[in-house]
């Protein structure tokens, strides 16, 4: 434990050191004093990939041993998990087999009304064919009444536990998205996503602001390396 200690002051003095020479700099008006920034430059950026190596060292063992810890707890862990999965999965199934019986249910109602209502509209239709004004009349209020059962999912009220509907968005048509995205439609266009990666790679090929791409342009940016 002292070694560490030791060590992560003397990586502390190392930092303070660097920084300090680093900041004997302060402005740049004369090629005499841009050659000693740049050296100043070099000299900073060789110690700071320095000292990161140092860092990485001193962090490898604890990384090491939080992973190997992380390891065995998550395998600890996992029959737990697995369980809660588990029942999960049958209490959803349980709550999904409901749900269809009760659009079942309502379905059915639905077509049994349905056939009602076509059944007393024959008979209105034919008491309208027989000029019987009044049957019609009846036959009509009848089917009027007619309404389907609506029926109901019942959930089990189980304390601690809630249940909550969530939406997610597909993407079933790409060429459509971006043909409505060119159409003006802004939430087509706010779902287009640029590959960041994809568009550095061809402005790094080409060189050049144009990309030979409508709605995108290469970008020149000047830094600084040590050689």
């Given amino acids: ?8 002051v003397d990586f502390s003095k190392e930092v303070a050191v660097a920084v300090k ?10 090629f005499e004093e841009a050659e000693e920034a740049s050296v100043a430059y070099a000299s900073a950026k060789k110690r ?5 190596e140092t860092r990485k060292s001193l962090l490898a063992p604890l990384k090491k041993a939080v992973t ?5 707890l998550k395998a600890n862990l996992a029959p737990l998990e697995a369980e809660v999965e588990r029942l999960n999965s049958i209490v959803l199934a349980f709550h ?39 049957k019609a009349e009846a036959f009509e209020e009848r089917a009027a009444l007619v309404v389907p059962v609506t029926t109901t999912v019942e959930v089990p009220k189980v304390s601690g536990v809630g249940y909550r509907t969530t939406w997610s968005g597909e993407l079933t048509d790409k060429a459509a998205l971006i043909q409505a995205a060119a159409s003006g439609n802004v939430q087509a266009a706010a779902l287009l996503a640029v590959d960041q990666v994809a568009l ?18 290469g970008v020149e940016k000047t830094g600084t390396q040590v050689r």
């Fill in 96 to 134: 999904a087999a409901e749900r269809k019986k009760a659009i079942d249910a309502q379905a059915a109602a639905d077509a049994a009304a349905a056939k009602e209502q076509a059944r007393l509209e024959a008979f209105r239709q034919k008491a309208i064919d027989r000029g019987d004004t009044a």
């Fill in 68 to 72: 190997d810890l992380d390891s065995t």
């Fill in 1 to 8: 434990m002292s070694d560490k200690k030791d060590q992560l």
């Fill in 21 to 30: 020479e680093a900041g004997s700099i302060t402005q740049v008006v004369s």
């Fill in 48 to 52: 700071l990939k320095a000292l990161e």
């Fill in 200 to 217: 550095n790679r061809l402005a790094t090929a080409l060189k050049s602001t144009n990309l030979g791409v409508p709605g995108v342009r």
